[in-house]
């Protein structure tokens, strides 16, 4: 049996040295290139409407048609009502930056954006891409929307429920989505309020509202999707005991777990690149004796590399293209 009380403060310092997870690419406004190609992350055409309360709204979508996720930050220009300047005589710029619906944008999807621009101020351009944070962290399959695209009710709203369909805890759960009108225009970009914590099976309503002054128009909603705050990279063995892990791969996860009756932890995996890619895994060596090996559809996978430090177990191995199961056996060891 594990004992988790000393050992675990001192398993989760080892392991807080591979938690950083994000590369940063600083653009320039407007200018998108990169040695990922984040010429690929592409924003769609944008809309406006003036709300009740004589604000501008700036709508629009931003997709990652790449291969890795990435976080995304939209900019917009605005100036003074009054036309202010500054000491050089130019006219003063304020630029209002903020992040798209989605927190993490993964390959092959989208998330909308929304500026609400006071009155006392006026929109220089359109809004712009200013940042792309590549996050080379993996997708896991952690929560299902159940919704409908047609609109509900008078106000046009959209509804449906997120269920949790992972091992760990959800936090901080928002829906979001792009309203449209028979044309397929954009009209709105909606979001949902806040969700504070979804548990494992647990399934929750939502509900996500349009500006009423354009409610009338809305035929469907595209693009649903969610933002959640990362979940605790910690892996739940049963009976109150746990690991902390360190997952890397640019691929899709589904039904991560541990198998108690195997010792293993299993999952399924589909790369987001078609011809495969590189994953690696670190937990730590909680026993001298502890001897892990890579099973992939039912075999042996004897390409994999496993080494230990005595503190340490490195798992590394590349995972071809398509989908595939993955069980890491021996994880608890011998005690």
């Known amino acids: 049996m594990i004992k988790f009380k000393s050992s675990l403060i001192v398993v989760l310092a080892i392991l807080t040295t591979f938690f950083s997870l994000y590369m940063v690419v600083m653009l320039i406004p407007n200018a998108y290139a990169s040695e990922n190609n984040d010429s690929l992350i592409m ?38 009502r009054d036309g202010s300047t500054s000491a050089s005589g130019d006219t003063t710029i304020t630029t209002i930056r903020q ?22 101020r006026s929109v220089t351009g359109k809004a712009f891409i200013t940042n792309i944070n590549q996050i080379p962290v993996p997708y896991y399959n952690l929560l299902k ?3 409908s695209n047609i609109p509900i009710g008078e106000d046009k709203f959209l509804t449906g429920t997120a269920k949790n369909v992972g091992p760990f805890d959800l936090h901080n759960v928002t829906v979001y989505a792009s309203a449209h009108n028979r044309n397929g225009t954009q009209l709105d970009s909606v979001r949902s309020n806040v969700i504070q914590v979804i548990k494992p099976g647990m399934e929750v309503a939502f509900t996500a509202k349009p500006y009423p002054g354009i409610k009338s128009g809305i035929l469907y909603y595209s693009c649903a999707g969610f933002d959640i705050n990362a979940p605790a990279t910690t892996l739940d063995l049963g009976k109150g005991q746990f690991i902390p892990y360190d997952l890397r791969g640019l691929a899709r996860i589904s039904d991560f777990k541990y198998d108690n009756t195997t010792d293993s932890i299993v999952f399924g995996i589909n790369y987001y690149s078609p011809s495969g890619g590189p994953l690696s895994l670190k937990i730590p060596q909680l026993s001298e004796k502890q001897s892990v090996s890579v099973m992939m559809d039912g075999k042996v996978y004897k390409q994999a590399s496993v080494r230990m430090d005595g503190k340490t177990v490195y798992i590394d191995f590349f995972v071809p ?8 056996k021996g994880i608890k060891g011998s005690y």
Do not use: C, W
Not at 57 to 71: L, T, W
Not at 108 to 120: I, N, Q, S
């Open 43 to 80: 924003m769609t055409e944008q809309r406006t409407f003036r709300d009740s309360d004589g604000n501008l709204n700036i709508i629009g979508v931003v997709d990652n048609n790449g291969q890795i996720p990435v976080g995304i930050t939209v900019g917009l220009n605005t100036t003074g």
């Open 99 to 120: 992040p798209i619906f989605g927190r993490i944008i993964y390959p092959f999807a989208g998330a909308p954006f929304k500026f609400v621009v006071g009155p006392e």
């Open 145 to 147: 929307l159940n919704y």
């Open 321 to 328: 293209r398509e989908d595939h199961q993955v069980q890491i």
